[in-house]
Every structure is written in C-alpha cells, then in structure tokens.
C-alpha cells in the first residue's frame, strides 16, 4: 500500500473524529484522539519514512494554486445564503432549530474573517461581551470623522485566546448579534450546561461545536458546486494580501489577524490595536466578502485627498471605496 495514501488517510480520520467527538461531547474520547494524534506525529516519520515530508509538500503546492481557491460566484452565493437562511430562521426561530442557527453564525464568522476551522467556533462569553461592549476600541479613540463611524457601527471587534500569549481577532458583523442574543439566550431550553463557557457550546458537556463540521453543513444545504472550507478562505485572503499594496504598518495588522508570527513586543508588552484592526480588516474582510477582492478597498484616511469616484461612499474629506 502507498504509504503515503495511508498517512494521509490516518490524519483525515483524526481530524474527522476529532470534529464528531467535539459536536457529540465526547471530551473524554476528543482528548485521548489529541494525545494519539501528537503521538503519532512524532512517530510517523520512522513508520512512513518520507511520508510525512511528502504530505506537506504536496499539500502546500495544491493550495497554492489558483483553481483550488474557492470561486468568487460559489462565494457569492454561499454568502446569500448564510444571510437569507440567518434571517429567516432568526424570524420564525424554534428551539429545534438551534443547531442550525448555531452552525449558519460559526460558518459565517469563520470563513467571513478567514480564520481556522476551530478558532470562532471557541469564543468564550466574557469574549463576546468584551467585544459587545466595545472595550478593545475606546470611545475616546473614536473620532468624529465619518468614515472610522461608519465601521466602528458595522463591526464588534473579540480577542479568543490562543496559544500560549496569544489573542485572535475576530470581527464579528452586526448583523449578526441578534442570532447570537438568541443562542446566549436559549442555552438552557437547548440543554447546555451553565458552567460551559463557550457561546457556540454543545449540549451537556464543556466543549463548543466544531466549525469545520459548521462549514460542511452550511456548504451542504448551500448546494455548492464546490465546498468552501476555512483553509481554502485563508488562502483565498492571503493571495489578496499579495495582490495589494498595502502600507508597512496596515501588513502588520493584516499579518497579525491572519496569525502569523509576531514580534515578542506585540506579542507580550503592546496593547490590543482594536481601532486600527477595525479600519484596516474591517475594510478589507467586508469588500472581500462582497466579491469586490481585486479592487483597491482602503478607507483614504489622515490628510488623504478627496477621491471621486462613482462607486465610492463620500463621508466628510474621505472616501470609502466600495
């Protein structure tokens, strides 16, 4: 047998198991599968010699290349979805479909701010009143100027713990708040546990639901012709990033929301950069999430001249390229 086919094949075998025993409670089995998988890890390159190498490779080349990005018209259309499907489940919103509504605002967030299949799915409820409260932006960095207004008032900004020292940001849209209200508010009716901490928290244990397994649902009643998922959205971004000729200090922020590696003195001594990761990625994730990915999308912002242009919003001495 190709050991290269059965290495593949044992790692997508965690990662689905690892997924059914998060959204079926099974924290028990989900922590002996991690142990078995780190195991493993530092073992199979002696069971595959040269597997595990050729793994990552052909991994990192198949998601490099253009036709493995997801489509902008299976982007579109998946986006119409999640928001008609949001509204009308949050208008005639029953307790029996609470799993539903729960894994059309994880996917949402998910691919909508580009992050890893399990990162928005694990905000914890001081997070999101964190973020609901405005605290990782404050009022006194808000200035009067329109354009900073108008997307401080489309977004709440959330800082999930990571690993170790580090914080993930995740923008969450607002339209989006009044189906979260209804998940916070209805955690008992759906049988989930009071010291369960997660707002996207599964039933009788102390664990959330899995995102990837949020996506493939949501892409399922989508009808897609191809699958989204939140790597395949992560590069989708990512390839954005290189297309645009963003400022030194706009990259950091852009570096910083996607995860990558920071410098020891963001990491551990400088505070959130709350107002700035709203102005840039605010921007960017909403004109990517319209199809508009190739366009340039920046907020002209501080002594910019005025721009016109038939597409854009004209706010003050500033204009928001739409």
């Known amino acids: 047998m190709d050991t290269n086919f059965l290495d593949a094949e044992i790692l997508r075998s965690v990662k689905t198991l690892n997924g059914h025993y998060s959204e079926s ?41 253009p036709e493995n990005l997801p489509s902008e ?65 404050p009022e006194d960095q808000i200035t009067q100027d329109p354009a900073k207004q108008f997307l401080m008032g489309q977004f709440r900004l959330a800082y999930l713990k990571g690993k170790g020292r580090k914080y993930e940001s995740v923008l969450i849209p607002t339209d ?42 949501v892409c399922k009643r989508a009808d897609l012709s191809l699958p989204v998922t939140a790597t395949k959205m992560r590069h989708r971004l990512s390839t954005i990033f290189v297309s645009l000729d963003m400022a030194p200090k706009d990259q ?16 551990n001594y400088q505070c959130p950069i709350g ?15 319209k199809g508009n990915a190739y366009k340039q999308f920046y907020v002209l912002l501080i002594n910019a001249p005025f721009r016109k242009n038939s597409n ?11």
């Open 25 to 65: 409670m099974q924290d028990e089995k989900r922590k002996e599968l991690n142990f078995f998988k780190a195991a493993y890890k530092h073992k199979s390159s002696e069971i595959f010699p040269k597997a595990r190498q050729t793994s990552i490779q052909n991994s990192l080349e198949n998601a490099r290349k």
């Open 73 to 137: 018209k299976n982007l579109k259309e998946l986006k119409q979805f999640m928001d008609t499907e949001t509204k009308n489940v949050v208008r005639t919103y029953q307790i029996t479909r609470y799993s539903y509504l729960r894994s059309l605002v994880v996917a949402r967030l998910t691919l909508y701010n580009a992050r890893r299949g399990e990162e928005a799915a694990r905000m914890q409820i001081r997070e999101l009143e964190d973020a609901v409260k405005g605290t990782w932006v």
């Open 176 to 217: 989006l708040l009044i189906a979260i209200e209804i998940l916070l508010k209805d955690r008992t009716k759906f049988v989930i546990r009071e010291d369960n901490n997660f707002v996207f928290a599964t039933k009788t244990g102390h664990s959330h639901c899995s995102g990837w397994h949020a996506i493939a649902a």
């Open 252 to 267: 950091k922020i852009f570096l910083s929301h996607m995860g990558h590696d920071l410098t020891t003195n963001q990491q």
């Open 275 to 289: 107002l700035d990761a709203i102005r840039v990625m605010g921007t960017m994730l909403n004109q990517a999430d």
């Open 312 to 322: 854009s919003a004209q706010c003050g001495r500033y204009a928001l390229i739409l």
